[in-house]
């Protein structure tokens, strides 16, 4: 998964996003200097390097503005999302072996820039208004306290359910029924927050409006 940005690297990596959609074409090192004032070049070079190394960019250091924007869809004030299709057992949770594709939200949607989605699954949170495989918005810098929806690996299902206190201790539960509730513990690890939702009803229904056979082929 990429790894958190910087306050600056953040600005940097949205300005690179916006530029490019203003201008079909990636701003120079010098650009980007002007930009933020930054007086070394050196510097700049310094933040593209580590937008490299956290995954948000690849560069080609032998052109002038050989940078891509990994996932990147050329709309301004957005920013893409990494979809993840399976979540692993071990630290790193998120690889980007796993990433399956990118969905471009809006960043007025988004809580930071470390959010990642990841297919809801289990069931057990319709009546807060998930559904199995709804692409689950996650944001994993932000503090799972009682109340909040996390999505969690637990043993080795990846699940969506409610943050609540039984007794003295928080655990995780389903919303829909009165099932057992899991305690937080060695097993159970919180990937992150959930913070939004994206259902895409052509693949929830994916059938034909009509039997095949009644239908009118010119």
Known sequence: MSEPLTQLEQQVYHFMIDFLAENTYQPSVRE???KFSIKSTKTV???LHALEGKGYIERDESRSRGVRLIGFSRSGATQPIAVYGDVGTEAPLLRDENRQSFITVDRKYLPGPDVCFVRAAGGGM????ILDGDYVLVSPSTQATEGTIVVARIGYETLVRLVRRDDAQLVLAPA????????????VTIIGVVCGIFRPYWEQQPT?????????VS
């Open 176 to 187: 829909d029924d009165n099932a057992e509730a899991i305690a937080l513990g060695p097993d």
């Open 208 to 216: 034909p409006l009509m039997p095949v056979s009644e239908q009118v």
């Open 32 to 34: 980007i200097a002007r």
């Open 126 to 129: 319709t009546t807060r208004g």
């Open 45 to 47: 070079s310094d933040l």
